[in-house]
């Protein structure tokens, strides 16, 4: 069984930037790409970014772009998304996610991660 752990939530004021982990344990995910979606309360689960294998491809929410960063390292175990000028409509729960296969916008990913809060004050 492959397990995902996030970690890096927290509380941030606007503006600020935080850096979330994903960190890969149990059975390797060969070939998987990895994503990461994030819910807020009342909403669906929704999209954020995704990297492939190799971390030769990545893709973002059009909404995003520019002030998320997705990367991983595979000697880790572990995929990062970096987040700057936060703001109080990130707030979420973020949650990692692992498929083998391409990278996917959709929920179509073959294992989660029990998921991380990230909170923005304005």
């Known amino acids: 069984q492959v397990q995902l752990v996030e970690s890096g939530g927290g509380l941030v004021q606007a503006g600020g930037s935080l850096r979330l982990s994903c960190t890969t344990s149990g059975r390797t995910c060969w070939r998987c790409a990895m994503g990461w979606f994030r819910q807020a309360p009342g909403k669906e689960r929704e999209f954020v970014a995704t990297?492939?294998?190799?971390?030769?491809?990545?893709v973002y929410a059009d909404s995003l772009k520019g002030r998320f960063t997705i990367w991983r390292d595979n000697a880790k175990n572990t995929v990062y998304l970096q987040m700057n000028s936060l703001k109080p409509e990130d707030t979420a729960v973020y949650y990692c996610?692992?498929?083998?296969?391409?990278?996917?916008?959709?929920?179509?990913?073959?294992?989660w991660g029990q998921g991380t809060q990230v909170t923005v004050s304005s």
């Open positions: 990297i492939s294998w190799d971390g030769g491809k990545t």
């Open positions: 996610a692992a498929r083998v296969g391409p990278p996917g916008a959709t929920l179509l990913y073959d294992y």
